[in-house]
């Protein structure tokens, strides 16, 4: 089998105005979606964040992968590290390094590829299932009134109550508590987790409070400041939380200042931005900074490398939980995938998945049940692409006008000279 044909779509889908510690989301969110064809005429699917950077390093990658088999992917990575150049993280919230994510798509359009070619679902090529069901938690976000795209949001009748707590402000705890309950009742997440980092911090910690009291103690709660609290704000604010959170990730910025937290706070800290590459890995077991790491195979550079990831963590006794980011469909598949391929996947993932809902271009989108998706057991991924649906959304792309992501900017749309901070409170 080899690649004759490769396909970047890039694609907007509305996202409302949710707030985080580098500003606001735009109305929409950009995803870019890869297809490579087979051959023998299989279509292998991969998504990734959308942007002008990382897709015209897509479109060089994919001048020199055709003819390539894809069961090569040891071939097929050492291309990409040739054609690759230097790039970093950011400060920003988000991972902002281009070809990270570009490994990431071709691999996973790969083993769908492969899956396909053999009539085995991914998760059987990536060692088979150590779970049948992977569970996610509910994400909440402050967020402004309103929501994303031109024609507002949301397309499932069924989801009415939901529907209304997005379209409401969450600015005040009950905000908060009012967008968990209707998201819990309509997808039966079993964990919580809260985007932190946009508001005073006694505001957040007491969003977090109110939680505990409307759900209860059986209820798994997770506060993520973004990294962009002071270490003595961070050690205050985790105090009044311990025996209340489940963990707490990103607090402060780096692995020391996470080493600081760790020492003086009595809750697993959890890293998405302190540790985000196996280049970071000895400063990790150096500082003892975190107890837990979130794995993303967007991130990471794909199934094979989160797979190592895990093992580190196994021998390093780091627990493992899953990031996520404004992702469809695909991402959503290749995630569960993954998770039901670790063993040691020792917490809810993430996912934003709901913020999405109803704009995906699946003919048939996971469904959650009591917050779990079942593992697709259909060849490849299990998943079958809308075509017409693509095509719409890729137009929705060219109308939008936007071709990277800039919550500061966002920001200062709704408060003019509003400008990022790395450390704000």
Same mark, same amino acid.
Not at 40 to 53: K, T, V, Y
Not at 109 to 136: K, Q
Not at 358 to 381: K, M, N, Q, S
């Given at each position: 089998m080899q690649i004759s044909e490769i396909h970047v779509t890039p694609v907007a889908v509305p996202d409302p105005p949710l707030l985080n510690a580098a500003g606001l989301h735009a109305p929409y969110a950009l995803r870019?979606?890869?297809?490579?064809?087979?051959?023998?005429?299989?279509s292998g699917w991969g998504e990734i964040p959308g942007g002008e950077a990382t897709r015209a390093a897509l479109q060089l990658a994919t001048e020199h992968l055709i003819g390539m088999n894809p069961w090569g992917l040891?071939?097929?990575? !050492?291309?990409?590290?040739?054609?690759?150049?230097?790039?970093?993280?950011?400060?920003?919230?988000?991972?902002?390094?281009?070809?990270?994510? $570009?490994?990431?798509?071709?691999?996973?359009?790969?083993?769908?590829?492969?899956?396909?070619?053999?009539?085995?679902?991914?998760?059987?090529?990536l060692g088979g299932p150590a779970r049948e069901r992977v569970p996610f938690a509910a994400y909440l976000f402050y967020k402004y009134e309103g929501a994303g795209g031109e024609f507002g949001f949301g397309r499932d009748?069924?989801?009415?109550?939901?529907?209304?707590?997005?379209?409401?402000?969450?600015?005040?705890?009950?905000?908060?508590?009012?967008?968990?309950? *209707?998201?819990?009742?309509?997808?039966?997440?079993?964990?919580?987790?809260?985007?932190?980092?946009?508001?005073?911090?006694?505001?957040?910690?007491? *969003?977090?409070?109110?939680?505990?009291?409307?759900?209860?103690?059986?209820?798994?709660?997770?506060?993520?400041?973004?990294?962009?609290?002071?270490?003595?704000?961070?050690?205050?604010?985790?105090?009044?939380?311990?025996?209340?959170?489940?963990?707490?990730?990103?607090?402060?910025?780096?692995?020391?200042?996470?080493?600081?937290?760790?020492?003086? $706070?009595?809750?697993?800290?959890? &890293?998405? /931005?302190?540790?985000?590459?196996? !280049?970071?890995?000895?400063?990790?077991? !150096?500082?003892?900074?975190?107890?837990?790491?979130?794995?993303?195979?967007?991130? +990471?550079?794909?199934?094979?490398?989160?797979?190592?990831?895990?093992?580190?963590?196994?021998?390093?006794?780091?627990?493992?939980? /899953?990031?996520?980011?404004?992702?469809?469909?695909?991402?959503?598949?290749? /995630?569960?995938?993954?998770?039901? !391929?670790?063993?040691?996947?020792?917490?809810?993932?993430?996912?934003?998945?709901? +913020?999405?809902?109803?704009?995906?271009?699946?003919?048939?989108?996971?469904?959650?049940?009591?917050?779990?998706?079942?593992?697709?057991?259909?060849?490849?991924?299990?998943?079958?692409?809308?075509?017409?649906?693509?095509?719409?959304?890729?137009?929705?792309?060219?109308?939008?006008?936007? &071709?990277?992501?800039?919550?500061?900017?966002?920001?200062?749309?709704?408060?003019?000279?509003?400008?990022?901070?790395? &450390?704000? +409170?």
């Amino acid at each position: 089998m080899q690649i004759s044909e490769i396909h970047v779509t890039p694609v907007a889908v509305p996202d409302p105005p949710l707030l985080n510690a580098a500003g606001l989301h735009a109305p929409y969110a950009l995803r870019l979606i890869v297809e490579l064809v087979s051959d023998d005429g299989l279509s292998g699917w991969g998504e990734i964040p959308g942007g002008e950077a990382t897709r015209a390093a897509l479109q060089l990658a994919t001048e020199h992968l055709i003819g390539m088999n894809p069961w090569g992917l040891n071939a097929i990575f !050492a291309l990409l590290e040739a054609l690759a150049k230097p790039d970093e993280r950011g400060a920003r919230p988000w991972d902002q390094r281009t070809w990270v994510h $570009v490994r990431s798509a071709i691999e996973v359009a790969c083993y769908d590829l492969m899956g396909l070619s053999v009539g085995r679902p991914v998760v059987d090529l990536l060692g088979g299932p150590a779970r049948e069901r992977v569970p996610f938690a509910a994400y909440l976000f402050y967020k402004y009134e309103g929501a994303g795209g031109e024609f507002g949001f949301g397309r499932d009748e069924s989801a009415m109550g939901w529907f209304a707590a997005r379209q409401e402000a969450a600015l005040d705890s009950d905000g908060i508590v009012a967008q968990a309950q *209707a998201m819990v009742e309509h997808y039966g997440f079993k964990s919580i987790k809260l985007k932190g980092g946009a508001f005073e911090p006694q505001r957040e910690v007491d *969003a977090i409070l109110a939680l505990r009291e409307a759900f209860g103690p059986d209820v798994p709660l997770r506060l993520d400041p973004n990294a962009i609290w002071h270490v003595d704000t961070a050690i205050a604010k985790g105090r009044q939380l311990e025996g209340v959170l489940e963990y707490y990730e990103d607090p402060v910025r780096g692995q020391e200042n996470m080493a600081a937290v760790a020492r003086e $706070v009595d809750i697993p800290l959890a &890293t998405n /931005m302190c540790t985000a590459s196996f !280049a970071d890995l000895p400063g990790s077991v !150096a500082h003892q900074s975190e107890a837990i790491i979130l794995s993303d195979h967007h991130f +990471w550079g794909g199934f094979r490398a989160s797979l190592d990831l895990a093992r580190l963590c196994q021998v390093f006794g780091r627990g493992m939980s /899953m990031h996520s980011n404004s992702h469809l469909g695909i991402s959503l598949a290749a /995630m569960t995938h993954l998770a039901a !391929a670790v063993p040691n996947l020792t917490y809810d993932c993430d996912t934003h998945y709901p +913020w999405q809902d109803g704009h995906d271009f699946l003919v048939e989108p996971l469904p959650f049940e009591d917050g779990a998706i079942t593992v697709p057991r259909g060849a490849g991924l299990g998943i079958e692409v809308d075509r017409e649906r693509l095509a719409q959304l890729h137009q929705q792309y060219l109308a939008c006008g936007l &071709t990277e992501r800039n919550d500061e900017v966002e920001m200062q749309k709704v408060q003019p000279g509003w400008a990022f901070k790395a &450390t704000r +409170w």
